[in-house]
Nanobody, 121 residues
Framework: QVQLVESGGGLVQAGGSLRLSCAASGRTFSAYTMGWFRQAPGKEREFVASISWSWSSVSTYYADSVKGRFTISRDDAKNTVYLRMNILQPQDTAVYYC????????????WGQGTQVTVSS
Protein backbone atom coordinates (compact mmCIF):
# COMPACT_ATOMS: atom_id res chain seq x y z
CA GLN A 1 0.00 0.00 0.00
CA VAL A 2 0.94 3.62 -0.39
CA GLN A 3 0.25 6.58 1.86
CA LEU A 4 -1.78 9.34 0.23
CA VAL A 5 -2.20 12.97 1.28
CA GLU A 6 -4.59 15.28 -0.56
CA SER A 7 -4.47 19.05 -0.64
CA GLY A 8 -5.92 21.95 -2.58
CA GLY A 9 -9.54 21.91 -1.54
CA GLY A 10 -11.41 25.02 -0.52
CA LEU A 11 -14.33 27.34 -1.14
CA VAL A 12 -14.91 28.64 -4.65
CA GLN A 13 -17.75 30.37 -6.47
CA ALA A 14 -19.67 28.62 -9.20
CA GLY A 15 -17.78 28.80 -12.46
CA GLY A 16 -14.45 28.90 -10.70
CA SER A 17 -11.55 26.46 -10.69
CA LEU A 18 -9.48 24.47 -8.22
CA ARG A 19 -6.60 22.06 -8.51
CA LEU A 20 -6.35 19.16 -6.10
CA SER A 21 -3.08 17.41 -5.43
CA CYS A 22 -2.39 13.98 -3.99
CA ALA A 23 1.10 13.15 -2.82
CA ALA A 24 1.97 9.48 -2.52
CA SER A 25 4.69 7.60 -0.73
CA GLY A 26 6.41 4.58 -2.20
CA ARG A 27 8.97 3.81 -4.87
CA THR A 28 6.62 2.16 -7.37
CA PHE A 29 4.15 5.00 -7.79
CA SER A 30 4.19 4.79 -11.56
CA ALA A 31 2.82 1.24 -11.41
CA TYR A 32 -0.32 2.33 -9.61
CA THR A 33 -3.62 3.34 -11.08
CA MET A 34 -4.58 6.55 -9.33
CA GLY A 35 -8.13 7.70 -8.89
CA TRP A 36 -10.20 10.52 -7.53
CA PHE A 37 -13.52 9.90 -5.83
CA ARG A 38 -15.93 12.21 -4.07
CA GLN A 39 -18.66 11.97 -1.48
CA ALA A 40 -21.32 14.60 -1.04
CA PRO A 41 -23.36 14.90 2.17
CA GLY A 42 -25.97 12.18 2.36
CA LYS A 43 -24.71 10.47 -0.78
CA GLU A 44 -22.51 7.48 -1.54
CA ARG A 45 -18.95 7.90 -2.64
CA GLU A 46 -18.67 8.12 -6.41
CA PHE A 47 -15.93 7.76 -8.99
CA VAL A 48 -14.63 10.97 -10.53
CA ALA A 49 -11.56 10.14 -12.60
CA SER A 50 -8.64 7.74 -12.90
CA ILE A 51 -5.27 7.63 -14.60
CA SER A 52 -2.88 4.78 -15.35
CA TRP A 53 -0.11 3.78 -17.68
CA SER A 54 -1.09 1.58 -20.59
CA TRP A 55 2.02 0.42 -22.41
CA SER A 56 3.80 3.75 -23.08
CA SER A 57 0.79 6.02 -22.94
CA VAL A 58 -1.44 7.32 -20.20
CA SER A 59 -5.06 6.19 -19.98
CA THR A 60 -7.63 8.39 -18.32
CA TYR A 61 -11.28 7.84 -17.46
CA TYR A 62 -13.89 10.28 -16.23
CA ALA A 63 -17.35 10.18 -14.81
CA ASP A 64 -19.87 11.60 -17.26
CA SER A 65 -20.71 14.37 -14.81
CA VAL A 66 -17.19 15.83 -14.98
CA LYS A 67 -16.13 15.12 -18.57
CA GLY A 68 -14.91 18.25 -20.28
CA ARG A 69 -14.56 20.13 -16.97
CA PHE A 70 -12.10 18.07 -14.92
CA THR A 71 -8.65 16.86 -15.93
CA ILE A 72 -6.61 14.24 -14.12
CA SER A 73 -2.85 14.14 -14.53
CA ARG A 74 0.16 12.65 -12.82
CA ASP A 75 3.80 13.50 -12.26
CA ASP A 76 5.54 10.25 -11.45
CA ALA A 77 8.81 12.04 -10.70
CA LYS A 78 7.00 13.81 -7.86
CA ASN A 79 4.78 10.86 -6.88
CA THR A 80 1.81 13.17 -7.29
CA VAL A 81 -1.53 13.04 -9.04
CA TYR A 82 -3.62 16.11 -9.77
CA LEU A 83 -7.23 16.90 -10.47
CA ARG A 84 -7.83 20.16 -12.25
CA MET A 85 -11.45 21.19 -11.83
CA ASN A 86 -12.91 23.90 -14.03
CA ILE A 87 -16.39 25.39 -14.34
CA LEU A 88 -17.22 24.17 -10.87
CA GLN A 89 -20.87 23.90 -9.94
CA PRO A 90 -22.60 23.64 -6.55
CA GLN A 91 -23.29 19.95 -7.26
CA ASP A 92 -19.51 19.39 -7.27
CA THR A 93 -19.46 20.15 -3.55
CA ALA A 94 -18.07 17.10 -1.77
CA VAL A 95 -15.14 15.63 0.05
CA TYR A 96 -12.68 14.52 -2.60
CA TYR A 97 -10.56 11.45 -2.00
CA CYS A 98 -7.45 10.23 -3.73
CA UNK A 99 -7.03 6.46 -4.10
CA UNK A 100 -4.42 4.04 -5.40
CA UNK A 101 -4.75 0.61 -6.95
CA UNK A 102 -1.74 -1.65 -7.40
CA UNK A 103 -1.10 -3.38 -10.73
CA UNK A 104 -2.36 -6.74 -9.46
CA UNK A 105 -5.35 -5.42 -7.56
CA UNK A 106 -8.95 -5.27 -8.74
CA UNK A 107 -10.00 -2.52 -6.36
CA UNK A 108 -8.47 0.56 -4.79
CA UNK A 109 -6.66 -0.42 -1.61
CA UNK A 110 -5.15 2.88 -0.45
CA TRP A 111 -7.11 6.03 0.34
CA GLY A 112 -6.28 9.53 1.44
CA GLN A 113 -8.02 11.41 4.22
CA GLY A 114 -9.99 13.59 1.83
CA THR A 115 -10.13 17.29 1.09
CA GLN A 116 -13.28 19.42 1.17
CA VAL A 117 -14.42 21.24 -1.95
CA THR A 118 -17.30 23.66 -1.53
CA VAL A 119 -18.82 25.50 -4.49
CA SER A 120 -21.10 28.40 -3.70
CA SER A 121 -23.84 29.56 -6.04
Amino acid sequence: QVQLVESGGGLVQAGGSLRLSCAASGRTFSAYTMGWFRQAPGKEREFVASISWSWSSVSTYYADSVKGRFTISRDDAKNTVYLRMNILQPQDTAVYYCAAKGPTMTSYESWGQGTQVTVSS
